[in-house]
């Protein structure tokens, strides 16, 4: 059940509480009245004034007081796994840890059947659209067969979600099995480039790591592809392929966007090495993104061992060292993560406290917002005038209250007007996951 009942259509929503950062002023929260109309968002009120007016203003519309309620333009999820989601009933992790994920991920791949694929990623897609995403970059598991296939379902659910979800995809390949001239790699770089998406690369620290990150910058600057990659998401501090990526794009002076993804150990590094390769991701240009809930999953388990490291990378260091770091979900009910749901705002509060992105003066929000949105390329949310009335709000009127509960009854208004949230049911796809 929504917390409130917004009628479809214009109206004026009065006493609304929203970060200042996304109407762009400077601050924390700020109240202030937002005017929806045409599927847009307007300035201020709309006053009903006399005839001899435009007709803009003489419209007669609803006013709704929304007593401090808070809105956020919709979510942009810019590290998923919509290839992999909800294959937990049939492919569980036999014991929370990273190669039981890879293992079991990897025996499930004769599973994935392009409409065992498209059942999967159009629930998860359901579960992020009427939890208020609007953007979604997802990576896809492209060896054993797989980039043709899966790349295949990633079109059509582009075609499908169009003007709803604004779908991105990434191959995900692992760095030692990518060469120029022989393996899987130079075909899956070509479907990759002739659909428009994204080449992503998963960095171990291999003897030749720069041979074969030379060899996929080989086809990322012949396809002018940005690139996306998974990074030290390892306890071992001695895991710094982050730092050969970063003098890798600088040395070939490669202009398109690169993002890095969980970056985990340089944050068990000694700190002087940390500043160093924070020093050189900030003058390279990369873009961080942290999937703090995966990380807290698989990270430091180890049995009959309590954990004693949340698993995340350097956040706030990052972010001071001018980097644009970013917050996402990652994987959901699958090995590498049994839980999750595409949900930002669970996303916003898992980060916020693992992170401890509270009591800063930093405007973190834009984190789930505005970064990954430059990140990717995606349009950037805001809920300044002009903007599409994709909002989020939800029955709270500050952080604690917001982060204190779920916000299971927000409300989702796309192009102004309500939408269904109802979530899929697993039953749904227990005839192909159990
Ligand atoms: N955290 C992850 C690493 C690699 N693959 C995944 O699906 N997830």
Redesign the pocket.
Known sequence: MSFCVLPSGAKTLKNVTVPASLIGQTGDLITTDLTIKDGKIKEGEIVKTDAGQPAETTIDIPVIDMQGAMVFPTFVDMHT?LD?GHIWPRASNPDGSFMGALET?RADHANWSAPDVEARMDFALRCAYAHGTKAIRT?IDSLDNLAASSFGVIKKMQEKWAGKIDLQASC?VAIDRIFKDEGDFPAIAKIVAEGGHTLGS?TYPVPDLKERLLDFFHFAMMYDLEVDF?VD?TDDPTSDTLRTIAETVLELGFKNRVTVG?CCSISVMPEETADEIIALVAKAGLNVVS?PM?NMY?QDRYKGRTPRWRGVTMAHELHAAGVNVSFAS??TR?P?YAYGDLDMIEVMREATRICHLDHTDVPWVNAFLTNPATACGFDAPTLAAGAPADLVICNARGWTELFARPQSDRVVLRDGDPIDRTLPSYRELDAIVS
Request: aromatic share 6%.
């Open positions: 796994h992999k991920v990576h995900l998963v998974h998401e969980h999937l995966c698989l990652d994987n699958d590498f």
